[in-house]
DNA sequence: GCCATGACTTACGTAAAAGTCAAATTGCGA
DNA sequence: TCGCAATTTGACTTTTACGTAAGTCATGGC
């Protein structure tokens, strides 16, 4: 495991742009460490910004991410907030088994739509047709 | 099953605006017929919306949106294009699988995130803890 | 006939999430 | 130590997905 990574070395690596980097530290989701102006990621940085990009990819808004990410961090000490954390935790919890159904609803309707395709190329007496699901 | 809806009825019952559906109309994602100016919606119109939010809480753009649409319409008549389509289907059957692997991940995220409050409400002595997965 | 209600169009506004560009600075290899 | 590529900050621009406001139109009840 590498001790540091450059952030071009991220960009590659996650496919995005440095000013998206920035602009996610500016939002306060992500804190490298520094070494004169220059940012160092260390690897749980890596593992942050993995996360983020999944939030992204699943439609979730930079607040929501940082607030997701917060739930991640080291447990507050007072019962109250802990209790707001876990209800906040079965929220999104729900939120992404929607996002599932939902998910699941529109593969279903992927497959119709490939059925259909199908059908139609038969009827055309077209060749080479391999299904996949 | 009912012949048509308003506008206002479909907000009601998906919890948007008539601007939202107004502006989804202008994109091109939904065609309701007229009686002069009034939008009255088919039931197709309605799951055609119901699909419409379903890929807008999976993050998916307007634009992708639209062109999901366009997969499930009638097949053409042509062989090249129907093998179009079907690679786009594949395409984005891809891209949903990879937004379920990311659900799991976020959801095993959570399950730490909750596991370790808990343990931190087990050393405060809190009680009346209840777990859910 | 008048008004309330709901729907309509048009136009402008805006927040989020970057993209783009410029100018300064820095690190590192020769 | 020079020079160039990489990095930085900052400001401005763009795109998306609507929100909001202003004014019009149709219609059903009193």
Known sequence: MREFY????????????????RFYEDEGLLSPV???????????????????????????SIAEIREIIQMYREPPGEAGQLRTILRRVADRRAELEQKKRDIDGML???????EACLTRMAELG????????
């Open 126 to 133: 077209v060749g080479q047709v391999s299904r996949s699901g």
């Open 34 to 60: 520094r070494r004169g102006r220059t940012r160092l990621f260390r690897p749980s940085d890596r593992q942050l910004l993995r996360n983020i990009l999944r939030g992204k990819r699943l439609g979730f």
């Open 6 to 21: 450059t952030i071009t070395e991220l960009t590659r690596e996650f496919g995005i742009s440095t000013r998206t980097i």
């Open 108 to 114: 279903a309707e992927l497959e119709a739509a490939e």
